[in-house]
């Protein structure tokens, strides 16, 4: 028998076993005992030691066994030999006390293992321990019972550590197993998780065996990507702090391959779990706080996946989903003067006349009376807002949107003199901002926040946290998680149209959805992994802290270094903006990300105004992906020039009525090859020749725009395609040339102007073949 098998697959193993096996063999770590670790030696982060103990424990692992080798011809040593390297001349019992301690601590017994065990028990099998390990076989014992509980640690009958063998099982430890047992090689099935080690060697000798597939590929590549990420985020980890990953014996258990079930259950699924944990515990906190009745109420449509995981995983608890958008929350919220003012100053220069009168509730009449595509801090909107007439107007029509709303919250079972728990993805807290003055006044209610991730862009004073908030993270690190958040909050979301208002009963009214079938099946795979995942987890090790630091690790992972079967996922997806409007923007727009990496780099890249960029440049290579990570978590002050390659430079010919002249252009690197040149034409003046010829045998030509010198740079920056003219260019694909001589070039005539300013003329073109390299090209051909 040898067969490969996965973690949900092992309860059928038995069944599967030769009528001749009489002991179940089994590997230890990562088979029967696992760790809360990414590695195993993330362990050795809890050992004292200046600098931290990882590197240097591992080191002194590597010296005792290259002695070992040197002086009596085995690589197998005692953790006794590795700490008197690590500490020479200290207190070397006390330092393994430490280390055994520390493995005791995060270790943990792998549920479907100890099942077989029991399983093997209840069929008169043997149980036995095989381990390629530097702990003798006391210290073993002591570690497996620990893990598994006395009860498992009494079913093993022996167990054989490489340590006191002097060999490991690839090298011949099966041999003395098989002897000390009395025992014919068909008579032991082995099970464990190195394919070598635990496979190749026992089938050598004639042993059944079980190679045991922790993860498949997708899992693996997530797990390692996530441990990296954290390093990133928690200055801490691998120093004085393992990399913690509770999650992985449920992601090891998956059962469906699916690649949206798969993003759920093993990236949602460990994050929200973690959210869904502590607001159990800020619910109870507050309530004990205040001694009120506390409702915990999450918040639709976003938080509507937090809610069926926390469902998932206290399923006697008592929750309440209501519906309240920033819209309805700013029209209930304009309780008085102040807080009309107050909602111009804040978001008068990032909203537009319309989001902001319609939050106001100008009637359709009155709406036809503004400017509003405008900015919401107009002169003329703000000077209608602040009559007299108009302000009572809002103040009345937002106390009466304030009954109906209420009337929502009596729905939920909120009464008077309650506190409430909203619960929501983040990532400010703009609903609680809206309504808390206007619920203290007419409820006395006490209103909290409890988010997911949060970053106050100013000092609110309210009563608000985060599972990742400023006591955990710097806020530029907050700010890089916020930037392509979108992707959880498409992805936690319920399919169903805003909330626009309320009868006076409090049942909601929504807009329309809008949202394409395929993003809501999608989403719904995704979610059903989430909820599956949830449910499954309430015996999972690691405290709070283990599980935030996992779950910031897996957040910020999925968020810049995404996967392909990931990208595949949320490819289909389009993000519903939800102020108000009916815009919605694609939520991965590979084409345009790589017409911005091709013009300007991945410098002005990251200062574009669209939604997962990370997402968009994924397939362009890893490196690109954490030098934004790298960027946005650390704040580097690099600009794009620090960027740039070395130029390559071009002459180019500029000719007006009076005369030319020849000048020479710096082109610079953006990406894959491609160059990209900024030549000055004045107010329209010059017409621009760009002498190709000079330096290249072969060049593409990507684009040629004009753009306005005053905005160039800037993501909405005024450009218009640029007519070009090709003199000694022969195409040979489309955007393709080869120069006919030296002379060959590209003319680009002036812009017609309405008005007079400044432009340039932006050339993004790949040299192909450079004219020194030309002769050598066409030999070779």
Request: hydrophobic share 45%; net charge negative; aromatic share 6%.
């Amino acid at each position: 028998m040898k067969i490969q098998l996965r973690p949900s697959e092992l309860n059928r193993l038995l069944d599967q076993a030769p009528h001749s096996v009489r002991w179940l063999s089994l590997d230890c770590f990562d088979t029967l005992v696992w760790r809360d670790t990414a590695i195993p030696a993330d362990v050795f982060a809890d050992l004292p030691f200046p600098g931290g103990a990882m590197e240097p424990r591992r080191r002194a692992e590597g010296a005792a066994r290259h002695a070992a080798k040197l002086f009596r011809d085995s690589f197998e040593v005692s953790i006794e030999e590795i700490h008197e390297r690590l500490r020479p001349g200290g207190d070397v019992a006390g330092s393994i006390a430490q280390e055994l301690a520390a493995e005791a601590k995060h270790c943990f017994g792998f549920a479907p293992v100890q099942q077989l065990i029991r399983d093997a028990k209840a069929r008169g099998l043997g149980v036995i321990i095989v381990s390629d390990t530097y702990l003798d076989e006391a210290q073993l014992r002591a570690l497996i019972a620990s893990a598994t509980g006395e009860d498992i640690g009494a079913m093993i009958d022996r167990v054989f550590p490489s340590s006191a063998y002097g060999v490991n099982k690839s090298d011949g430890l099966f041999g003395p197993v098989l002897e000390a047992l009395g025992a014919a090689p068909e008579e032991v099935l082995h099970v464990g998780d190195n394919h070598g080690a635990d496979q190749v060697a026992p089938d050598e000798l004639g042993i059944n065996t079980v190679h045991l597939l922790q993860f498949d590929e997708t899992a693996k590549t997530r797990l390692r990507l996530e441990a990296a990420v954290s390093t990133m985020l928690h200055p801490q980890v691998r120093v004085t702090c393992p990399t913690f990953q509770p999650h992985r014996p449920l992601v090891s258990m998956r059962r469906e391959s699916g690649a949206a079930f798969a993003l759920g259950h093993d990236v949602l699924g460990p994050l929200l779990r973690a959210y869904a944990g502590w607001l159990r515990d800020e619910q109870a906190a507050i309530a004990e706080q205040t001694g009120r009745m506390t409702h915990l109420l999450f918040l639709l449509r976003d938080g509507f996946l937090p809610a069926e995981v926390f469902e998932a995983l206290f399923p006697d608890s008592t929750i309440q989903r209501v519906e309240i958008s920033r819209q309805t929350a700013a029209s209930a919220g304009m309780i008085d003067e102040d807080a009309v003012r107050g909602r111009l100053l804040h978001e008068g220069m990032r909203s537009t006349v319309e989001v902001l009168a319609r939050q106001f509730q100008f009637k359709q009449g009155e709406l036809a009376k503004l400017k509003l595509d405008a900015p919401g801090n107009d002169p003329d909107f703000v000077e209608t807002v602040l009559r007299p007439e108009t302000m009572g107007q809002i103040i009345y029509r937002s106390t009466k949107f304030a009954d109906r709303l209420i009337a929502h919250l009596k729905r939920a079972g909120v009464g008077e003199g309650d506190a409430v728990v909203f619960a929501d993805l983040g990532y400010h807290g703009s609903v609680q901002d809206k309504v808390t003055p206007m619920l203290q006044a007419r409820m006395g209610l006490h209103v909290a926040g409890r988010y997911l991730l949060l970053r106050e862009e100013q000092p609110t004073g309210l009563d608000k946290q985060g599972l990742f908030d400023s006591r955990h993270y710097d806020f530029r690190t907050l700010d890089a998680l916020c930037d392509p958040i979108a992707v959880v909050e498409q992805l936690s979301t319920i399919a169903q149209g805003s909330v626009v208002d309320y009868k006076w009963d409090g049942t909601p009214v929504r807009k329309s959805a809008g949202i394409k079938a395929i993003q809501s099946a999608t989403r719904s795979r995704v979610q059903a992994g989430a909820v599956a995942f949830a449910a499954a987890s309430a015996g999972l090790p690691g405290d709070a802290d283990a599980w935030r630091m996992a779950a910031g690790a897996a957040l910020a992972r999925l968020l810049f270094l995404p996967t392909e079967p990931e990208l595949d996922v949320l490819r289909c997806f389009d993000h519903d903006v939800n102020l108000g409007t009916e815009r919605v923007v694609p939520l991965v727009d590979a084409d345009a990300a790589l017409a911005g990496l091709k013009s300007r780099g991945l410098p002005y890249l990251m200062h574009a105004e669209r939604i997962y960029i990370p997402g968009e440049i994924r397939g362009h290579g890893l490196a690109l992906n954490l030098s934004m990570l790298t960027w946005r978590r650390f704040g580097l002050e690099i600009t794009t020039g620090d960027m740039s390659g070395t130029p390559m430079r071009l002459p180019v010919i500029l000719a007006d009525a009076q005369g030319e002249t020849l000048i020479e252009i710096d082109a610079h690197p953006t990406h894959d090859g491609y160059y990209a040149m900024a030549i000055p034409t004045g107010a329209g003046r010059f017409t621009a020749a760009v002498r190709w010829g000079a330096a290249l045998d072969c060049v593409q030509i990507e684009s040629a725009r004009f753009h306005v010198v005053e905005t160039f740079g800037m993501t909405d920056g005024i450009s218009v395609p640029a007519p070009v003219l090709h003199d000694g260019m022969e195409a040979i694909a489309d955007g393709l040339f080869r120069c006919a001589g030296p002379a060959a070039l590209t003319m680009v005539p002036p812009p017609q102007l309405k008005r007079e300013t400044d432009v340039l003329l932006h050339i993004v073109f790949r040299p192909v073949v450079r004219r020194d390299g030309a002769a050598d090209v066409k030999q070779a051909a």
